[in-house]
């Protein structure tokens, strides 16, 4: 809707002449007074302002400072019969005008300001609401992500003694292996989330079951084991925006040649993320049964050896350098 505010109303008809084939709605106002209490009920409605400048009782920079509180996004432009430096300037800067239009307009011109006026509020309006959905979204994203952790990462706390230690790890390596790989930051995010979480689907089995080293376990017990990244999956995928992450932690398990669980995926057919995690997983685990007296490239050794059955050959190096980086010293 476009408002035209002046108190000549030989200029208001005219104006509604020029835009009575145009598809916009338009209204008038005889003053300043009268086009805020117009503001006052519609304001939310009104997308372009044009007013003269010289009126009785309220000048157009006055109006348009006051217009401020009811119509904040309206685009604005000031009519002048004559052109004073001061008062344009004034408009503009106080009253917030884009444009200032000198009276006797030219019909085509004052078409063409409208027209681009309108255009400019529309394509603000959009460009608001597209960032307010952004921000929104994040926020949503923030509850999400504290919800599950205040709640999830605690459980593995209290739970698994050992497991947070482990998992804090496992998410630097990955990460680690990710910044070297080149990847956005968006999936380091997702890795280093899924990579925390990844063995949360151990909370589901009973505690002899989960602290035990897979190797020493009856096949019974092994196959409860063997459920933990699905387990783990459900867990996360409860929350919203949460299932890329959760898709990481279901596969971080599988093997590059295909006889990891639980779905048996080879080689590019697992995730980059769950790759990422087995490996760094792997490592670290390696490192802590190792404890202080093997040296890093002893293990370094071991866990390069797995690769192309269990492991990416192409994360090897990456591996390597991280680790490097990271056990410095050792
Ligand atoms: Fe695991
Ligand atoms: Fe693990």
């Given at each position: 809707m476009i408002l035209f505010v002046d108190d000549e109303e030989q200029v208001l008809l005219s104006l509604k002449r020029l835009f009575r084939s145009e598809p916009y709605e338009v209204v008038f106002a005889t003053s300043g007074s009268s086009a805020l209490e117009l503001l006052a009920a519609r304001g939310e409605e009104v997308e372009v302002i044009v007013t003269d400048q010289r009126m009785p009782n309220m000048t157009g920079t006055?109006?348009?400072?006051?217009?401020?509180?009811?119509a904040p996004t309206a685009v604005r432009m000031v009519m002048t019969g004559y052109s004073d430096i001061q008062v344009t300037i004034d408009a503009i800067n106080k009253g917030g005008a884009t444009r200032y239009?000198?009276?006797?307009?030219?019909?085509?011109?004052?078409?063409?300001?409208?027209?681009?006026?309108?255009?400019?509020?529309?394509?603000?309006l959009k460009l608001r609401t597209d960032l307010q959905k952004v921000h929104e979204q994040q926020r949503h994203h923030q509850q999400h992500f504290s919800a599950l952790f205040g709640a999830l990462a605690g459980f593995i706390d209290l739970s698994l003694p050992e497991a947070r230690r482990h998992a804090a790890i496992t998410a630097k390596l990955s990460v680690g292996i990710g910044v070297s790989l080149g990847l956005s930051p968006t999936d380091l995010e997702k890795i280093r989330?899924?990579?925390?979480?990844?063995?949360?689907?151990?909370?589901?089995?009973?505690?002899?079951?989960?602290?035990m080293d897979p190797l020493c376990m009856t096949d019974s017990q092994f196959a409860l084991y063997r459920s933990h990244p699905v387990m783990g999956q459900s867990m996360i995928e409860t929350v919203e925006h949460l299932h890329?992450?959760?898709?990481?932690?279901?596969?971080?398990?599988?093997?590059?040649?295909?006889?990891?669980?639980?779905d048996g995926l080879a080689a590019e057919a697992i995730p980059q993320g769950s790759a990422i995690i087995c490996l760094a997983?792997?490592?670290?685990?390696?490192?802590?049964?190792?404890?202080?007296?093997?040296?890093?490239?002893?293990v370094l050794e071991k866990v390069s050896a797995r690769s192309g059955t269990e492991f990416d050959p192409q994360l090897i190096p990456h591996m390597v350098r991280v680790a490097e980086d990271m056990y410095r010293g050792r």
């Open positions: 006055e109006f348009l400072i006051r217009s401020q509180e009811f239009i000198s009276k006797p307009w030219d019909n085509q011109e004052m078409l063409g300001y409208v027209q681009e006026a309108l255009s400019r509020f529309r394509h603000d989330m899924a990579a925390l979480l990844h063995d949360i689907g151990l909370n589901t089995l009973s505690s002899d079951v989960a602290e890329d992450i959760a898709l990481i932690v279901r596969h971080h398990h599988e093997y590059f040649d295909g006889s990891g669980f639980p997983d792997t490592l670290e685990s390696e490192m802590e049964i190792s404890g202080d007296k093997v040296p890093l490239q002893k």
